[in-house]
């Protein structure tokens, strides 16, 4: 199959921005070095308010980037493919990789006293049930494999649905997107109550909405570049300004904040999210070179190794450049980040060298 180069770009991008996201929660909601935002958040100080809330919240797309690119590249399934055929090719890359990571992430941390002996046999437990204590990035595998699952149930309708039944599809998905400020402002609405979260775009709303969009903007979308970076450039410019925004207003510094209140603009199927991804995205599909640098190519064929184990290089540079260099937020966060997304590739690439390394990283 050939290579979409702009999509290489976007799966970097998108990885790096995952790493970002996670060296910024140091400063406002983790109680250890390579800890998720807990359910509560505290900001210590104005610079690390300031700073969390634009690289935190500028990075906000990566998620949907990732889920754009898949759907992008999946929806709908290829002419002739059968569902069991889908599902066999589909899991059998994702899958044992997600696996040997759950055991590593229930395991490895007791070597340097992370996690203790009851911690490590409570998660290898409950490895069907849910992602491990220390590895809460994993949450993104499960509505990652519901889009897989879902693909080929939509896909007979994507394959002659014409342009304006997807955009009908679209809007609505949009719609569902207010959802949860119409409920922080108005409320419950539209059939939403105390025995009922199924409210009436419930079917529109949620990562399925960004399948249709990346179906749309394939298929669809029949804007020349100029227009695509125009219009980008302006839903990203938005977008940004508004989930930076919406976190900023409410971090007050020195404050315990419930992190769900603080982060109601960062979720991914907000408006403004969707606003912020899909100027990226249109930004990046102006990308028009027949072939990337090989560096490129590499970086985006290891970039789901490198993703599944950013998290144990996280904790050694946070403590680098939080505790023992004690750099200032504004350069800590990036410092990080950047160090962090380097290690993980040098160590996808050595793994790659390894016979049968597809099972480990991909």
Excluded at 116 to 122: E, H, K, L, P
Excluded at 171 to 178: E, N
Aim: glycine share 6%.
């Amino acid at each position: 199959m050939k290579r979409i180069v702009f999509l290489d770009y976007i799966r970097i991008f998108a990885c790096f921005l995952v790493m970002l996201v996670h060296a910024s929660e140091n400063y406002y909601g983790a109680a250890g070095s390579t800890d998720m935002a807990g359910p509560q958040s505290y900001l210590a100080s104005e610079a690390d308010r300031l700073w969390v809330s634009i690289y935190d919240g500028f990075s906000r797309m990566a998620v949907p980037l990732f889920m754009i690119v898949s759907a992008y590249l999946l929806a709908p399934m290829k002419e002739g493919q059968t569902m069991g055929q889908f599902y066999r090719h589909r899991f059998a890359r994702i899958l044992p990789p997600f696996v040997i990571f759950m055991v590593l992430y229930s395991t490895l941390p007791m070597l340097w006293g992370q996690i203790d002996s009851a911690t490590s046999v409570r998660d290898l437990s409950r490895i069907l049930l849910n992602f491990p204590t220390l590895a809460g990035h994993l949450w993104f595998m499960y509505p990652l494999i519901s889009l897989y699952l879902f693909i080929p149930v939509i896909s007979p309708w994507l394959s002659k649905a014409t342009a304006k039944e997807e955009r009908f599809f679209v809007v609505l998905f949009l719609v569902s997107t207010c959802i949860p400020y119409l409920n922080r402002f108005c409320g419950e609405v539209w059939g939403q109550c105390f025995w009922n979260e199924y409210h009436m775009l419930w079917y529109f709303s949620g990562y399925l909405g960004y399948l249709v969009l990346a179906h749309y903007i394939r298929v669809h979308l029949t804007w020349n570049r100029s227009r695509r970076l125009s219009v980008g450039i302006v839903l990203m410019v938005v977008g940004a300004l508004w989930t930076i925004y919406s976190f900023y207003v409410q971090a007050v510094p020195g404050q315990v904040i419930a992190t769900p209140v603080l982060e109601i603009g960062w979720a991914f199927c907000t408006i403004n999210c969707v606003m912020l991804t899909t100027g990226v995205f249109l930004i990046f599909s102006t990308i028009q070179a027949p072939s990337a640098p090989r560096l490129v190519t590499d970086m985006s064929k290891l970039s789901y190794g490198m993703y599944l184990m950013h998290i144990f290089w996280l904790g050694l540079w946070v403590t680098v450049f939080k505790q023992t260099l004690e750099f200032p937020t504004v350069a800590a966060i990036p410092c990080i980040a950047v160090s962090t997304f380097v290690c993980c590739y040098i160590t996808a690439k050595v793994i790659s060298l390894v016979p049968g390394s597809k099972w480990i990283i991909g």
